[in-house]
């Protein structure tokens, strides 16, 4: 099991950039496939990027292809999403859990979603 929070959301304007931070805090390590996933207000949640435990293969909704960058330091426990040429439609809140595989990316692996980290992009 993993605990995790997620942080780094703010206000920034159109075409800024924001790194969003993801830690688990629980005792044993983060191993899992991880992603993270977007909700904005009065949409369904939907998948944003996906990296492998060892970093070496990462997946992408379109939208964030050429982007967004996501990026784990298992020392840490943390997983990134540096988010760059950010646009209004990016406001969302952003949460980070841990999928199904390698192949089944989008999958969220738990019926559990933190509080995630609000991210509010101005035109």
């Known amino acids: 099991q993993v605990e995790l929070t997620e942080s780094g959301g703010g206000l920034v304007q159109a075409g800024g950039s924001l790194r969003l931070s993801c830690t688990n805090t629980?005792?044993?390590?983060?191993?899992?496939?991880m992603a993270w996933f977007r909700q904005a207000p009065g949409k369904e949640r939907e998948f944003v990027a996906a990296?492998?435990?060892?970093?070496?293969?990462?997946f992408y909704e379109d939208f964030a292809k050429g982007r967004f960058t996501i990026s784990r330091d298992n020392a840490k426990g943390t997983v990134y999403l540096q988010m760059n040429s950010l646009k209004a439609e990016d406001t969302a809140v952003y949460h980070c859990?841990?999928?199904?595989?390698?192949?089944?990316?989008?999958?969220?692996?738990?019926?559990?979603w933190g509080q995630g980290t609000q991210v509010t992009v101005s035109s």
């Open positions: 859990a841990p999928v199904v595989s390698s192949t089944v990316y989008r999958k969220p692996l738990f019926d559990y």
């Open positions: 990296i492998t435990w060892s970093g070496g293969q990462t």
């Open positions: 629980a005792r044993h390590p983060n191993t899992y496939v």
